[in-house]
C-alpha cells in the first residue's frame, strides 16, 4: 500500500488538482465515470465517495443539482487536505483520510460511490475488491455505486487489474443482493471501446 500511496504522491506533484492525479487520463474521462456512477439514484440523498481522491466528484454532484451531504474518504492525506480546504466553507461536504481495510465503514449515509479503487494491481485484488464492496454495502442505507475496469479488452495494461464482470456479477449475487445492475454500455473516452463497466447494488 505504501508503493500505491508514492504512486499517487508523484502524479498530485506532477498534475496538481486536475484529474491525471487521480489516474484518470483527462478530465473528460473523469466526469463521464462520474455521470454513470451518479445515475445509481436520482435524487442521491447522501453519498459517501470512498476513494475521493481531490474529491473532485463533490462539484460535479453539485453542478447537477446535488443538496445532500457528502463524505470524501481516501487514504492520502495530501488528496484529502486539498480537498478539504478546497471546500472548507462548505457545511455539507467533509472529508477524511481512511483506510479502507482498517477502518469502520461509516453508517447513515444513503449511497457508497466507488470510483477507480480497484484499478491498481495488489497482491491480492479480489480479495480486496470483495471486502470492500462487502462493507460498503452493508454501511450504505441504500445502495453501492462503483467501477471496475474488464477483461473484455483487446489490450491489458500492465500495473492495472482487469475484473471479469461475469464473474463478479455472479458473486455480487450470491454474496450481497439480487437487486442489481451491471452497465457495461458506456464510453470513458470517445477514442476506445468500453473497456470498464459499472455496477449498482441496491438493497
Not at 483520510?97 to 457508497?112: H, I, M, N, Q
Not at 479503487?117 to 480486496?128: I, T
Not at 462493507?135 to 471496475?148: R, Y
Not at 487489474?161 to 470513458?188: F, I, Q
Amino acid at each position: 500500500m505504501s508503493d500505491l500511496r508514492e504512486h499517487y504522491r508523484k502524479l498530485l506533484a506532477e498534475h496538481g488538482d486536475a484529474a491525471e492525479s487521480a489516474q484518470h487520463a483527462d478530465e473528460s474521462s473523469q466526469r463521464n465515470r462520474f455521470r454513470v456512477l451518479a445515475e445509481i439514484a436520482e435524487p442521491l440523498g447522501s453519498v459517501v465517495d470512498l476513494g475521493c481522491g481531490l474529491g473532485h466528484f463533490y462539484p460535479f454532484l453539485k453542478e447537477r443539482g446535488f443538496k445532500g451531504r457528502y463524505l470524501g474518504l481516501d487514504f492520502l492525506p495530501e488528496f484529502v487536505e486539498r480537498a478539504a480546504a478546497r471546500h472548507a466553507g462548505d457545511p455539507d461536504a467533509s472529508f477524511k483520510t481512511f483506510d479502507l481495510r482498517r477502518d469502520a465503514y461509516p453508517e447513515g449515509w444513503d449511497y457508497y460511490v466507488i470510483c477507480g479503487v480497484f484499478n491498481n494491481a495488489m497482491d491480492d485484488n479480489a480479495a480486496f475488491l470483495h471486502e470492500t464492496l462487502e462493507k460498503a454495502f452493508a454501511a450504505a442505507k441504500l445502495g453501492v455505486a462503483f467501477n471496475a475496469l474488464s477483461t473484455y479488452v483487446d489490450y491489458q495494461a500492465e500495473g492495472l487489474y482487469y475484473a471479469d464482470p461475469v464473474l463478479l456479477l455472479e458473486w455480487c449475487k450470491r454474496r450481497l443482493t439480487r437487486n442489481l445492475v451491471l452497465r457495461h454500455d458506456y464510453l470513458v473516452r470517445e477514442d476506445r471501446p468500453a473497456y470498464e463497466y459499472a455496477v449498482y447494488l441496491y438493497k
